[in-house]
């Protein structure tokens, strides 16, 4: 049954596309910070559940080094993929904090990323270097194969449940209002008494921490990790869900996340075989999203779901909407 | 010692090409206010057609030259249709770098898509070497050394002798004054443009020259060192550029002769990142210039 | 700790700015009396904004204090300023263009429960009641300002003097004590220069202390009790605008510039 197999794929890299772009909406989208080094929130993640769940590294023959190399229990592995993204995230955040004009700070995140997978992938007593990490263990082991690849799925779906609810506690209310306010005039809301540097840094940190969650799960489900899994260009694809489906609103960056899987996926199939090159889907998804993401920018910049902001009524005022 | 010498020769030979692709860079940015991610890619495109003019018996500099313009007509294009009317909505700046890097990308996996993912090689150009001291050179090397200095000089020419080079600075440094005193200021962005992207092919076929070989990923490789020089010479400041080329490729060549060898490239990275954060004007840049590169 | 209600509310003790070997700032003294308007006046490149910028903590000085209601604010970054009460507007309005006009109003509004890490992971429940509050307050300013039908509109489709009116109320959500005007009438129509001079007399009387840089003599003449010279850096003179109307010093200044 391969396309069972299929179904489950897609659903375990949607749900944690989801929560990697839920997590750097609330970054860029939302408090306007071009944290284009997301993808390396998301590798600390995975190499933080790997190391915590493979134990050392004679357990499996010597052939990989690693730093750590415990064995936590499910679900703490999670937690700390969670907590090392919040905390990569927040020393990333770090570098962003002088005034810098927004293309340099993309670019100084763009050269962070570069160099961070620079040095892992040299320093093979890190994470075992270019190889990567293999051999990662899967919770549900002890399942049979179909059950434990359902389960995942179901473990996911809970992450994204409950990364939801903590989503929209940052992303509503006068905690989003403010954030949006610090991405439309930092300085300005500076003056109206906001900590700007505070709240950066905690807004890196969850997002952050929704990152290494992403990876983490990724991780325990593909069993590996490797530096060839977070190259530089990959926060593009997330920035790609975002810019798609509606910068700085929840449901536009889901629905993004959504339609850029889809295109992927489907439109791949439906372009012409030229000569047999192998990995020439992964190379047209690339162009299929450099492109979307530049059609977006230049007709609809604001996405398919554009971001609404809540509307008062005098009469009603003791009402708050949704 | 020995080796020292010889990884400062390297580094002149590597400087060369960074300062080279650094100065195009720093030009288009002088004058569009862009930070052009998409050049990385555009090099690159430069260096597969100069292999493909090769292979069809084109003479080397020849195959330099011809994709050197290739790529000039490319960049003033992609000016024109693309990020010029951009900013002229009001695109803003990090939206301006997500789509430079998105054109980088689909142009770069297009010559995936095109001419495939293995590795590419010029061949030996000739087996001649130069001697300096205890230092030896290729002639590829040698070659693209004269050739960055021939430029840059030309360049240099341009920009103070010529009326062309005067409007040139004129509008890098105050479009709207230079608009108002009579400048033909859009006309003066194609022209600088198409130089800055000829400047950019030669980088790229320059590239392929001195490695032993290249693929897809030539360009993106070699982007952010040069973006690294002109930063560190102050962006904007084709002179700063050059300068900033000799140091980048001088120090990444020594740090890897006397440390791990891994770390070359990480050298230009950690600079660019230092001068970014600290004295994001760099060398040479004045401090208005400043001005563009801080918020508010 | 205020003061006794006759304290000066502000203390620009020797203030400099240096910029490379640029003296914009050269050592300025002066007061600003409570619950009254002070204008800051003086020809263009006197270093008005320049001083304007260190007292609301855009600019580091490179010299000298700044006293606030008693306490040294001198190395206090903005926001810190900004909730000790001393709010500041901007040469060119700004304003938060996505957020709508109520929004603007609301973000300023001081010690939101909502934005407190116990208030955002706590949920609505824990600032619902205050929201409620803010928004009641809200609307009622925005009802003074009679920009009530703006309510929902974004801040950034509003016209300049629109805007101008979101700052001055979003910086009055803020309680403030002392409000720095930055040429508030730049880009108004006459009729709303005349307006918004009628809201600042208002305020003043209300008890708020206004420190005012415009080049409007007029306008400084009909709103402001004492008002502070500037040129070349320094403070040149002090006094009533009649007074300094006639004196030879402050014309020549303008003259020279």
């Not at chain 2, 500099?61 to 790529?71: D, G, Q, R």
């Not at chain 2, 770098?97 to 010029?122: F, H, N, R």
């Not at chain 3, 009116?165 to 220069?193: T, V």
């Amino acid at each position: 049954m391969a396309w069972e197999y299929y179904l489950v794929v897609m659903l375990v890299y949607l749900g944690t596309d989801l929560l990697a772009v839920w997590g750097l909406n609330l970054e860029f989208g939302v408090a306007g910070i071009a944290n284009l080094a997301y993808i390396v929130v998301v590798a600390a993640g995975a190499y933080a559940y790997a190391v915590v769940t493979l134990g050392p590294s004679s357990n499996l023959g010597g052939f990989q080094t690693y730093i750590g190399g415990f064995t936590l229990p499910f679900p703490l592995p999670l937690l700390v993929g969670a907590a090392a993204g919040a905390v990569v995230g927040t020393l990333i955040g770090l570098t962003g904090l002088k005034r810098l004009r927004q293309d340099y700070q993309g670019v100084a995140m763009l050269v962070v990323s570069l160099t961070v997978v620079t040095i892992v992938s040299a320093d093979t007593g890190l994470f075992n270097g270019t190889a990567g990490l293999a051999l990662i263990p899967n919770p549900f082991a002890n399942l049979d194969p179909e059950t434990a690849r359902w389960t995942y799925v179901a473990l996911v779906a809970v992450c994204c449940l409950i990364g939801f609810v903590v989503l929209r506690r940052f992303t509503t209310g006068p905690m989003g209002r403010t954030l949006r306010a610090m991405r439309d005039d930092d300085v300005a809301a500076s003056a109206s008494g906001k900590d700007i540097v505070r709240l950066r840094l905690v807004v890196q940190a969850v997002g952050g921490a929704f990152g290494g969650l992403s990876g983490a799960l990724l991780a325990g489900f593909i069993g590996g990790w490797s530096p060839s899994a977070w190259a530089y260009i990959e926060t593009l694809a997330f920035l790609s869900c975002i810019i798609v489906g509606g910068r700085g609103s929840d449901r536009g960056v889901s629905l993004g996340t959504l339609i850029i899987a889809v295109l992927l996926l489907q439109g791949v199939q439906f372009l012409p075989q030229i000569a047999s090159v192998p990995g020439l889907s992964e190379d047209f998804g690339w162009i299929i999203l450099g492109t979307a993401t530049i059609a977006f920018i230049w007709f609809r910049p604001q996405g398919v779901l554009k971001e609404r902001r809540p509307r008062y009524h005098a009469e009603s005022s003791s009402k708050l909407p949704g | 010692m020995q080796l020292i010498i010889e990884a400062i020769g390297f580094g002149i030979a590597t400087g060369a090409v960074i300062a080279l692709g650094a100065v195009g860079f720093s030009v288009q940015f002088g004058i569009s206010n862009i930070l052009n991610i998409t050049y990385g890619a555009l090099m690159t495109l430069s260096a597969y057609i100069g292999l493909i003019l090769i292979n069809r018996g084109v003479n080397a500099w020849a195959a330099l030259a011809l994709s050197a313009v290739a790529v000039g007509v490319v960049s003033v294009i992609y000016h024109r249709i693309l990020l010029a009317p951009l900013v002229r909505r009001g695109t803003r700046a990090i939206a301006m770098i997500i789509v430079t890097v998105s054109a980088g990308t689909i142009l770069q996996y297009v010559i995936v898509a095109i001419a495939g993912p293995s590795s590419q090689s010029y061949g030996e150009q000739s087996g001649q070497t130069f001697h300096f001291a205890d230092l030896t050179l290729s002639f590829g090397q040698v070659a693209i050394i004269v050739l960055t200095a021939v430029l840059m000089f030309a360049l240099h020419l341009l920009l103070t002798r010529t009326t062309l080079g005067k409007a040139m600075r004129a509008t890098s440094s105050n479009r709207t004054l230079a608009r108002s005193c009579g400048i033909a200021t859009s006309r003066i962005s194609d022209i600088a443009w198409f130089i800055s992207g000829c400047l950019c092919g030669a980088a790229g076929v320059a590239l392929a020259i001195t490695t032993v070989s290249f693929d897809f990923s030539l360009g993106a490789l070699f982007l952010i060192p040069m973006i690294a020089a002109a930063v560190l010479g102050g962006i904007g400041q084709p002179y700063g550029a050059m300068l900033g080329g000799l140091i980048i490729g001088v120090s990444s060549e020594v740090a890897a002769a006397v440390s791990n060898p891994n770390y070359k490239d990480v050298v230009a990275f950690v600079i660019l990142i230092i001068v970014l954060l600290v004295r994001p004007r760099g060398l040479f840049g004045a401090a208005w210039s400043s001005r563009r590169l801080m918020e508010g | 700790m205020a003061l006794a209600a006759t304290a000066p509310i502000l203390e620009v003790d020797r203030l400099e700015k240096h910029y490379g070997g640029v003296r914009a700032v050269d050592g300025i003294s002066f007061t600003v009396t409570r619950g009254a308007i002070t204008g800051l006046i003086g020809p263009n490149g006197a270093g008005k904004s320049t001083a304007l910028a260190m007292i609301g903590g855009f600019v580091q000085p490179s010299g000298g204090r700044v006293r606030f209601d008693g306490v040294d604010i001198t190395g206090m970054p903005m926001h810190s300023r900004a909730r000790l009460g001393l709010v500041r507007t901007f040469q060119m309005a700004r304003v938060f263009a996505s957020l709508t006009t109520l929004e603007n109003l609301l973000v300023a509004a001081p010690h939101q429960r909502g934005e407190r890490a116990s208030g955002v992971l706590g949920g609505r429940r824990l600032w619902r009641g205050q929201e409620t509050e803010l928004i009641d307050q809200a609307q009622a300013m925005l009802q003074t300002f009679s920009m009530g039908p703006k309510a929902n509109d974004l801040a950034g489709t509003l016209s300049g003097g629109q805007k101008r009116a979101i700052e001055i109320m979003r910086a009055l959500m803020m309680q403030p004590k002392l409000l720095l005007l930055d040429e508030p009438m730049a880009g108004l129509s006459p009729s709303l220069s005349r307006h918004l001079e009628d809201v600042l007399l208002d305020l003043a009387e209300g008890g708020l202390s206004l420190l005012l840089v415009e080049h409007e003599l007029e306008t400084v003449d009909k709103l402001c009790g004492n008002v502070v010279v500037m040129a070349q850096g320094k403070v040149l003179s002090e006094g009533r605008m009649s007074e300094l109307r006639l004196s030879r010093e402050v014309q020549d200044a303008y003259v020279i510039g």
